[in-house]
T-cell receptor, first 114, second 112 residues
Framework: DTEVTQTPKHLVMGMTNKKSLKCEQH?????MYWYKQKAKKPPELMFV???????INESVPSRFSPECPNSSLLNLHLHALQPEDSALYLC?????????????FGSGTRLTVV | AQSVTQLGSHVSVSEGALVLLRCNYS??????LFWYVQYPNQGLQLLLK??????LVKGINGFEAEFKKSETSFHLTKPSAHMSDAAEYFC??????????FGAGTRLAVHP
């Protein structure tokens, strides 16, 4: 299995809702990442998990809460989002948080906040 | 901080023509560089990565990139464009904290 699977593919939520994005990989990778991509822009790093522990938070607002329950699963909990948070949310993984490893990306969750 | 600059936000070529997408890096030490492709409504797929010491790196789908230290460049090429190559292409670099940082992207259009 060489894939990163993200669910759901599309999500529409209100500003008072709580929702979660899910990411799963079975490649034995020990580093996992969340990226946010606005339309016509490059992906921007949000969080890095290494060995199931949060190692990097790129000053992301607290309305985004990541969780890594085990080495295969990464969640992003969403609460009280704003319309400007609408974007494509990409999950990625790599063998380790190492210099020469490329990342394997999922196909993303397209989030719309109304 | 390490960064990459992609010259040309849009590139248009005819089918069968050479594809050249430009990327320059900022580091004074050998960087770790990558090229990714993103098709519409999809995630990113790794095309190729630079390994220290190599000058020409071959990737998937017939793409290759040449590392030129003297020009701080890592341009992506393909000898003959196919319609299926139309996509967004991102050059990326690992920074000092091993974070993958992307360039602004180049949208490639291929015309019949």
């Amino acid at each position: 299995d060489t894939e990163v699977t993200q669910t759901p593919k599309h999500l529409v939520m209100g500003m008072t809702n709580k929702k979660s994005l899910k990411c799963e990989q079975h490649m034995g990778h020990r580093a996992m990442y969340w990226y946010k991509q606005k339309a016509k822009k490059p992906p921007e790093l949000m969080f890095v998990y290494s060995y199931e522990k949060l190692s990097i938070n790129e000053s992301v607002p607290s309305r985004f809460s990541p969780e890594c329950p085990n080495s295969s699963l990464l969640n992003l909990h969403l609460h009280a989002l704003q319309p400007e948070d609408s974007a494509l949310y990409l999950c990625a993984s790599s063998p380790l948080q190492g210099i020469n490893y490329g990342y394997t990306f999922g196909s993303g969750t397209r989030l719309t906040v109304v | 901080a390490q960064s990459v600059t992609q010259l040309g936000s849009h590139v248009s070529v005819s089918e069968g023509a050479l594809v050249l997408l430009r990327c320059n890096y900022s580091s004074s030490v050998p960087p770790y560089l990558f090229w990714y492709v993103q098709y519409p409504n999809q995630g990113l797929q790794l095309l190729l990565k630079y390994t220290t010491g190599a000058t020409l790196v071959k990737g998937i789908n017939g793409f290759e990139a040449e590392f030129k230290k003297s020009e701080t460049s890592f341009h992506l090429t393909k000898p003959s464009a196919h319609m299926s190559d139309a996509a967004e292409y991102f050059c990326a670099v690992k920074d000092g904290y091993n974070k993958l940082i992307f360039g602004a992207g180049t949208r490639l259009a291929v015309h019949p």
